[in-house]
């Protein structure tokens, strides 16, 4: 069964200090995993798209890698705007998406 | 701007009654979703539009139903059938179907039960 899991639940750093959150996957034939950042009371905002093994993306203090079986979302000195619900998700089929659960990330200043 | 629009933000069902959920794009997409969030849980997929007038379910599509009939529109009945309809309805809608693209989504409509 397609399944991925997000670790840790929640996470609280201080401004400046450097993390990174977990995406664990099990899917047959991967066609793309997606970070999508969701801010209490809104829809996911999109992220970050990869597609193979060894791939990375940066956008600002966010770097997205992968691997076969895991992706890392990578937060290098971040600031209180930072916080909110990160998601990932990993794309079966056409366009059917499997979901994590998220983690809540806070960033105190 | 182009995105999509979800109405309304909050919506009350009472007992035995359906209730509809509002979801346009203008981004010109193919195909369009509509997922369930509950606290704790990852977005679980309701059903799904490819090509308008063609629809199917997804993980949990029982006590809901949907209608493509414009490309831009994409609405979800809630029915009295479904027993826990409490939950945040996100809609999205992505590109190209059948390809890799992000799914884009909209700012969500709130369901209570009174």
């Known amino acids: 069964e397609d399944q991925v899991t997000q670790s840790p639940e929640a996470l609280r750093l201080q401004e400046g200090e450097s993390s990174s959150l977990n995406c664990s996957y099990t899917?047959?034939?991967?066609?793309?995993l997606f970070w999508y950042r969701q801010d209490p009371g809104k829809g996911p905002e999109f992220l970050f798209t990869?597609?193979?093994a060894g791939e990375e993306k940066e956008k600002e203090r966010l770097k997205a890698t992968l691997t076969k079986k895991e992706s890392f979302l990578h937060i290098t000195a971040p600031k209180p705007e930072d916080s909110a619900t990160y998601l990932c998700?990993?794309?079966?089929?056409?366009?059917?998406?499997?979901f994590g659960q998220g983690t809540r990330l806070t960033i105190n200043p | 701007d182009g995105g999509i629009t979800q109405s309304p933000k909050y919506l009350f069902r009472k007992e035995g009654q359906n209730v509809t959920l509002s979801c346009e794009q203008n981004?010109?997409?193919?195909?369009m979703y509509w997922y369930r969030q509950d606290p704790g849980q990852g977005l679980r997929l309701i059903y799904y539009?490819?090509?308008?007038?063609?629809?199917q379910k997804g993980d949990i599509a029982e006590g809901y139903s949907v209608s493509r009939e414009k490309k831009e529109s994409f609405p979800l009945t809630v029915t009295s059938a479904q027993k826990n309809p409490t939950a945040f309805y996100l809609c999205?809608?992505?590109?190209?179907?059948?390809?890799?693209?992000?799914?884009?989504f909209g700012d969500g409509t709130r369901l209570s039960i009174l």
């Open positions: 999205a809608s992505s590109m190209a179907a059948g390809g890799n693209q992000p799914q884009h």
């Open positions: 899917v047959s034939g991967l066609r793309g």
């Open positions: 990869l597609y193979s």
């Open positions: 998700a990993v794309q079966r089929g056409a366009q059917k998406l499997v």
């Open positions: 981004l010109n997409h193919d195909a």
């Open positions: 539009s490819q090509i308008v007038n063609d629809f």
